[in-house]
């Protein structure tokens, strides 16, 4: 699904990775970890989609919320666990929006 973002600007956090092989607990940790950011002050939507590599976009108010999330505990050991069990290699990059534009077939 399409995140539906205010008009901009805001920030997007880009994360990118390559998973390791086997689940093991990533699939449920996943799902909390978007729950879990829903809930946090200036969240604002996110994307996601793996075909091998994964790409998932979260949305964000500003530079504040993003720290907010990063700094989460609960978010801090879900990272922690990426790097030791989950994944080969990821990268995360932080880019204002400056402008954006859709389109729907109706």
């Known amino acids: 699904m399409i995140a539906q973002t205010p008009e901009p600007p805001y920030y997007a956090?880009?994360?990118t990775s390559?998973?390791?092989?086997g689940d093991n607990g990533y699939s449920?940790?996943?799902d909390l970890m978007v729950d879990l950011a829903k809930q946090q002050d200036g969240f604002l939507g996110v994307e996601s989609a793996r075909n091998?590599?994964?790409?998932?976009?979260?949305?964000w108010r500003d530079l504040n919320a993003i720290k907010k999330w990063k700094?989460?505990?609960k978010?801090?050991?879900?990272?922690?666990?990426?790097?030791?069990t989950w994944y080969k290699s990821f990268k995360t990059r932080i880019a204002k929006v400056e402008r954006d534009y859709d389109f729907e077939k109706e």
């Open 71 to 73: 700094d989460n505990a």
């Open 28 to 30: 449920e940790m996943s």
């Open 52 to 59: 091998g590599l994964g790409i998932t976009v979260s949305y």
């Open 18 to 21: 390559i998973r390791t092989d």
């Open 75 to 84: 978010h801090s050991i879900a990272r922690e666990k990426g790097r030791n």
């Open 13 to 15: 956090v880009i994360f």
